[in-house]
Protein backbone atom coordinates (compact mmCIF):
# COMPACT_ATOMS: atom_id res chain seq x y z
CA UNK A 1 0.00 0.00 0.00
CA UNK A 2 0.83 3.49 -1.09
CA UNK A 3 1.08 6.03 2.01
CA UNK A 4 -1.19 9.04 0.70
CA UNK A 5 0.99 12.46 -0.04
CA UNK A 6 -0.19 15.40 1.84
CA UNK A 7 1.04 18.80 -0.43
CA UNK A 8 3.38 16.46 -1.56
CA UNK A 9 4.96 15.09 1.49
CA UNK A 10 4.77 11.54 2.85
CA UNK A 11 2.80 11.37 6.16
CA UNK A 12 5.99 11.03 8.20
CA UNK A 13 7.44 14.14 6.98
CA UNK A 14 4.31 16.18 7.22
CA UNK A 15 4.45 15.29 10.78
CA UNK A 16 7.98 16.04 11.62
CA UNK A 17 7.35 19.53 9.66
CA UNK A 18 4.01 20.03 12.32
CA UNK A 19 4.27 23.27 14.41
CA UNK A 20 3.34 21.28 17.38
CA UNK A 21 5.81 18.42 17.09
CA UNK A 22 8.38 21.35 16.82
CA UNK A 23 7.34 22.91 19.82
CA UNK A 24 7.75 20.03 21.86
CA UNK A 25 11.13 18.60 20.46
CA UNK A 26 12.46 22.24 20.90
CA UNK A 27 11.19 22.34 24.52
CA UNK A 28 12.75 18.41 25.26
CA UNK A 29 16.18 19.45 24.20
CA UNK A 30 16.03 22.45 26.40
CA UNK A 31 14.51 20.42 29.45
CA UNK A 32 17.61 18.22 28.91
CA UNK A 33 19.83 20.73 28.68
CA UNK A 34 18.70 21.97 31.74
CA UNK A 35 18.80 18.60 33.49
CA UNK A 36 22.66 18.00 32.57
CA UNK A 37 23.36 21.76 34.16
CA UNK A 38 22.12 20.78 37.08
CA UNK A 39 23.09 17.41 37.60
CA UNK A 40 26.73 19.07 37.14
CA UNK A 41 25.88 21.48 39.94
CA UNK A 42 24.81 18.88 42.14
CA UNK A 43 28.00 16.91 41.69
CA UNK A 44 30.05 20.03 41.86
CA UNK A 45 28.02 20.61 45.32
CA UNK A 46 28.96 17.53 46.97
CA UNK A 47 32.27 18.45 46.01
CA UNK A 48 32.42 21.42 47.75
CA UNK A 49 30.69 20.08 50.68
CA UNK A 50 33.48 17.33 51.45
CA UNK A 51 36.57 19.96 51.15
CA UNK A 52 34.43 22.29 53.68
CA UNK A 53 36.62 22.18 57.02
CA UNK A 54 34.15 23.75 59.14
CA UNK A 55 30.23 24.81 60.04
CA UNK A 56 30.88 28.41 58.29
CA UNK A 57 32.89 27.18 54.89
CA UNK A 58 29.67 25.07 54.35
CA UNK A 59 26.68 27.36 55.53
CA UNK A 60 28.63 29.55 52.84
CA UNK A 61 28.64 26.85 50.15
CA UNK A 62 25.30 26.19 50.59
CA UNK A 63 24.60 29.53 50.40
CA UNK A 64 26.39 29.48 46.72
CA UNK A 65 24.57 26.57 45.80
CA UNK A 66 20.92 27.79 46.47
CA UNK A 67 21.74 31.14 44.79
CA UNK A 68 22.93 30.03 41.92
CA UNK A 69 20.09 27.53 41.74
CA UNK A 70 17.63 30.21 41.98
CA UNK A 71 18.99 32.28 39.00
CA UNK A 72 19.70 29.30 37.20
CA UNK A 73 15.51 28.13 37.28
CA UNK A 74 14.97 31.94 36.60
CA UNK A 75 17.02 31.69 33.33
CA UNK A 76 15.22 28.88 32.59
CA UNK A 77 11.74 29.79 33.16
CA UNK A 78 13.18 32.67 30.37
CA UNK A 79 14.26 30.08 28.13
CA UNK A 80 11.14 28.21 27.75
CA UNK A 81 9.04 31.52 27.64
CA UNK A 82 11.03 32.41 24.29
CA UNK A 83 11.04 29.20 23.15
CA UNK A 84 7.25 28.79 23.50
CA UNK A 85 6.40 32.47 22.34
CA UNK A 86 8.67 31.79 19.24
CA UNK A 87 6.73 28.36 18.32
CA UNK A 88 5.10 29.15 14.75
CA UNK A 89 1.23 29.09 15.18
CA UNK A 90 -0.60 26.04 13.70
CA UNK A 91 -3.29 26.56 10.66
CA UNK A 92 -6.54 27.05 12.22
CA UNK A 93 -8.92 24.53 11.58
CA UNK A 94 -11.22 24.31 8.91
CA UNK A 95 -14.96 23.12 9.99
CA UNK A 96 -15.40 19.93 8.75
CA UNK A 97 -12.37 18.80 9.57
CA UNK A 98 -12.23 16.55 12.96
Known amino acids: MTARRLNGQSPADAF ?24 RAYADQFEALAKCADAGEMMAAQQRFFTQLTEDYAAESAAMREIIAEAPKAPPRQSGQG
Request: aromatic share 8%.
Open 16 to 39: LTLPGFQLTQRLALEAARFSAQRM
